[in-house]
């Protein structure tokens, strides 16, 4: 798969390359979670892990942007802030249950639990809004 990120000097005011690079490395290993943990997600991490390698060791971003399952997403998002419906829809899922998760074993305050949904809320129509590559929209019928 070609890819068109290309890595990006180190800007005033970001951190230091070997922060960079470990805040790569936690994103990615909770992106790794994701892929065995229902409630989270695997792109979004790996997404700020390409962000945090395309400035601090580019051959890390180019492992993540190969993978077979997770390049295209991650890159379609870099690229053009583009979601499928489908991971849509799991995004949103996750967000769901993670929050009846924390319901359910915290019992937080009413006031807390309003601030978190309405938080969660925004992420998820956030999300729901981001625009849908041409090429995931189903075709009209030819008959």
Not at 9 to 14: A, Y
Not at 37 to 51: D, E, H, N, R, S
Not at 57 to 66: V, Y
Not at 118 to 143: C, H, I, K, N
């Amino acid at each position: 798969m070609g890819s068109k990120v290309q890595p990006q000097p180190p800007r005033e005011g970001l951190p230091s390359r070997p922060w960079l690079q470990a805040g790569g490395w936690l994103l990615f290993g909770l992106g790794i979670l994701g892929i065995f943990l229902p409630v989270m997600p695997t792109t979004i991490f790996w997404i700020g892990a390409v962000w945090c390698w395309s400035r601090s060791a580019p051959h890390l971003t180019h492992r993540i942007l190969s993978h077979p399952r997770f390049g295209k997403p991650v890159q379609r998002f870099i690229e053009h802030g583009e979601m499928t419906r489908q991971s849509k829809l799991a995004a949103i899922g996750g967000i769901s249950a993670g929050f009846l998760l924390l319901q359910l074993l915290s019992h937080p305050s009413w006031p807390l639990s309003l601030l978190i949904a309405l938080m969660l809320s925004a992420v998820g129509t956030w999300l729901w809004f981001r625009p849908e590559p041409a090429d995931a929209s189903p075709q009209p019928s030819a008959d």
